[in-house]
């Protein structure tokens, strides 16, 4: 049924149907159907994509955000030469101040803030990626010709941003709304699921809180040279990579993975100390109990 819909040229109505089922199995704490539909869903964009022409337009983005909660969306969807390259989603960080502005505002402040993370978005995207000759945005920004004249300085081509489309125009603001509402629902789906195996793992360790930090270690080497330590970082959201770091270690035997895990741990627990960051909830060691003994005797000894 799903295939005759598409053939049959109903595939927006299909990716809203799709994006109920992904969000029903997702409240049913079924997070592995609805990863495999949010799969289907990225998969039928791209064959959207690759047939849809852009007419006489040769070089354009149309550029959305949008709020849930704590959570910006930013979605682009670049035209270059009539044809629809696709799009991209990104999910930047928000300052806290600007959090608890969320929280405790009402809907039309909220969406001044929404035009102004959408145009903190485009002045820091456009700084590694060329902006194009048109942007298309679906609301007025502020200072937007200070903006659009910055983008042309940096661009050394005269760049013009519209905030009124119409025709053709807004019906590329309406796709990319509709990719948006996807990539953000299917997001929000992720960190469901992310938040399901933090109370799974609470419940399992018999933690009275749910852990919000958890660092994990790993050593690595070639034949018992280059050795270097690797920890990765999950916070309630989940991977928090900005946060990942190798430490290379130098100074210990080849091949002494006990030496080499003392060192790791130490470096690490005493910058977090120097530098007043909360210590991990939980400290995941790779290796057996001749690594686990290092790390909590380096611990002991650092008063940890």
Known sequence: LDAQKLLSGEAEDLVQQMGNRMQSAAEALDFEQAARIRDQISALRRVQEQRLSAGNASDVDVVLAQLAGNIAC??????????????????????KQRLTSIETSNTEHNEALLSE??????????????????????????????????????????????????????????????????????????????????????????????????????????????T????????????????????????????????????????????LKQEDISYPDILFIDGGKGQLSSVVEVLTELGV
Request: proline share 5%; glycine share 6%.
């Open 74 to 95: 930013a979605v682009v969807l670049s035209i270059r030469d009539g044809r629809n390259l696709g799009h991209r989603s990104y999910f930047p960080s928000l300052p």
């Open 228 to 271: 270097v330590a690797s920890c990765v970082v999950f916070d309630a959201q989940g991977a928090a990579k900005q946060l990942y770091r190798r430490f290379n270690i130098e100074g210990i035997t080849g091949g002494d993975d006990y030496a080499a895990m003392r060192q790791a741990i130490t470096r690490r627990f005493k910058r």
């Open 117 to 226: 993370i959408l145009a903190a978005f485009i002045s820091q995207h456009y700084v590694a990626v060329p902006a194009p000759a048109k942007l298309i945005v679906p609301q007025p920004l502020e200072d937007a010709d200070w903006l659009a004249h910055a983008l042309s300085t940096h661009r050394k081509r005269n760049v013009s941003i519209i905030s009124k489309p119409r025709s053709e125009q807004a019906r590329w603001v309406k796709m990319a709304q509709a990719t948006l509402e996807q990539a953000l629902g299917a997001h929000l789906a992720g960190r469901e699921q992310t938040s399901s195996r933090l109370h799974a793992l609470m419940q399992a360790l018999n933690l009275a809180k749910l852990p919000t930090r958890m660092e994990c270690f790993d050593i690595s080497h070639t034949q018992g040279e280059r």
